[in-house]
C-alpha cells in the first residue's frame, strides 16, 4: 500500500520553528519529486515547497523563502520541511505530495499525504 504520512505538526508561537516529516512506505521516494503545501481555513491550497529526485534542486514559494528549507533523506524514505520564524500566516494543513513529472505543479502531484496541522499564534 502506497503511503505519505505527515508528522511535526503543532502549535507554537510567532518566531518559533517546526520540522515537519513525510515518511513514505510503498513506494521508493528517490524515484518521486517531493513537495510541500499547505491549505489554510478558507483558502485553495498553495505550494510552498518542493524538491528534485535527487536533492540536488529546491524550490519555494516567495512568501517562505529564506524561512523553510525542504531535504531529503532517501535512505529513510523521508522528506522534511524546516520552518523557522514562523508567523501567524503559516496557519494551516501542510500536505506532501509526490511526482514523477513536473517538481512544481501542484497539478502533477498524484500522491497526497493527508496532512498535519500547523497553527502559530501571535
Known amino acids: 500500500q502506497v503511503q505519505l504520512v505527515e508528522s511535526g505538526g503543532g502549535l507554537v508561537q510567532a518566531g518559533d520553528s517546526l520540522r515537519l516529516s513525510c515518511a513514505a512506505s510503498g513506494l521508493t521516494v528517490s524515484s518521486y519529486h517531493m513537495g510541500w503545501f499547505r491549505q489554510a481555513p478558507g483558502k485553495e491550497r498553495e505550494f510552498v515547497a518542493a524538491?528534485?529526485?535527487?536533492?540536488?534542486?529546491?524550490y519555494y514559494a516567495d512568501s517562505v523563502k529564506g524561512r523553510f528549507t525542504v531535504s531529503r533523506d532517501n535512505a529513510k524514505n523521508t522528506v522534511y520541511l524546516q520552518m523557522n520564524s514562523l508567523k501567524p500566516d503559516d496557519t494551516a494543513v501542510y500536505c506532501c505530495g509526490a511526482t514523477r513529472t513536473s517538481v512544481t505543479a501542484m497539478s502533477r502531484y498524484d500522491l497526497w499525504g493527508q496532512g498535519t496541522q500547523v497553527t502559530v499564534s501571535s
Open positions: 524538491i528534485n529526485w535527487s536533492g540536488s534542486l529546491t
